[in-house]
């Protein structure tokens, strides 16, 4: 991964280096995600949740949603921080042509205020997409 991302809308952003374009002969297609977002809230008065939604698109269409974060009782004054693992494995048969595939991602809740990359220590942001056309 080479550049952070970050979003604040409820809208869907592709994930910086989430992008994968190949050919396919007409074979089934193991597409697969692993990474870390962090989602805080931006509701001091009542941090209660940060919550995200990441998507797996195909050719622009939306093809699985998975929501992640947490819900949290902390003291007013106080944002809520959640850092979360994603995982997203699909398997689909497309037709023989070539496919872009794509990880986005966006806030789902009112009181969250933004998704972005979570870090190691060094920094570093983790995370891989690997899209594999199986041998039919």
Partial sequence: VTSAYSNTTASY??????SVTLTTQG??????F?????VTSG?????????????????????????FGSTFNVDAGANAISVTPVSIMYME??????????????????????VLDAVTA????????????LKR
């Fill in 93 to 114: 048969t497309p037709s023989a042509a070539s496919h872009t595939y794509k990880i986005q991602a966006r806030l789902d809740s009112t009181n969250t205020n933004r």
């Fill in 43 to 67: 509701n001091a008065t009542n941090p209660t949740e940060a919550i995200g939604r990441a998507a797996l698109v195909r050719d622009g269409t939306q093809i699985q949603e998975v929501y």
């Fill in 122 to 133: 060094a920094g570093n942001s983790k995370r891989s997409l690997q899209v594999p056309e």
């Fill in 34 to 38: 692993n990474g870390s977002f962090q």
């Fill in 27 to 32: 074979g089934p297609v193991l597409i697969t």
């Fill in 13 to 18: 952003t592709d994930v910086t280096d989430t």
